[in-house]
């Protein structure tokens, strides 16, 4: 019953972000959701270099890092032009998050390190494709165009990763 429970709740989770993702269309909207997604990934990545005795793991926190890292040096210059405030630190839920990934155990930390990864990285091509389809015209919209094959990599990585 609690596994029942559990996935009940992952999978309206995975359905509210969704859905919330597909209402975004506002450039405000997209710059903090991304901005904080990116954030997270960055430094739950960084942690996992610390964290983490696994090399596929590390390999592919230093790829996230990489990655992440060139994203938001990226948007920064297109949330300016779209003249757009980005957020400087994460939101409550995702430092929640970050949060307990610093709290596990050795024996944990890997599976929980994939598991957020898997999430962030299927909310984020959910929000970048649909701002990269329904979002205003702007230079946020062709960053999100832009970065989208790369989440898409990245999510098909984190789904394979051992």
């Not at 997604?37 to 960084?46: A, G, V």
């Not at 890292?69 to 409550?92: C, F, I, N, R, Y």
């Not at 890997?110 to 299927?122: F, T």
Request: charged share 25%.
């Amino acid at each position: 019953m609690k596994h029942l429970l559990i996935l009940t709740a992952a999978a309206n989770l995975l359905l509210t972000t969704s859905v919330f993702a597909a209402e975004i269309t506002k450039p405000a909207e997209f710059a903090k959701m991304a901005t904080v997604s990116n954030m997270f990934e960055i430094q739950s990545s960084e942690l996992a270099l610390k964290q983490s005795d696994n090399a596929a793991v590390k390999k592919f926190a230093e790829h996230m890092i990489s990655d992440h890292s060139k994203a938001g040096e990226k948007m920064m210059p297109a949330a300016k032009a779209d003249k757009v405030e980005v957020p400087t630190k994460l939101d409550a839920e995702h430092q929640a998050k970050l949060d307990a990934l610093k709290a596990a155990d050795k024996s944990s930390f890997d599976k929980m390190y994939k598991a957020e990864q898997l999430k962030a990285h299927e909310a984020a091509v959910a929000l970048f494709s649909v701002y990269a389809a329904n979002g205003e015209a702007g230079e946020l919209k062709k960053f999100a165009a832009q970065i989208l094959p790369t989440l898409t990599e990245h999510l098909t990585a984190v789904k394979t990763m051992n």
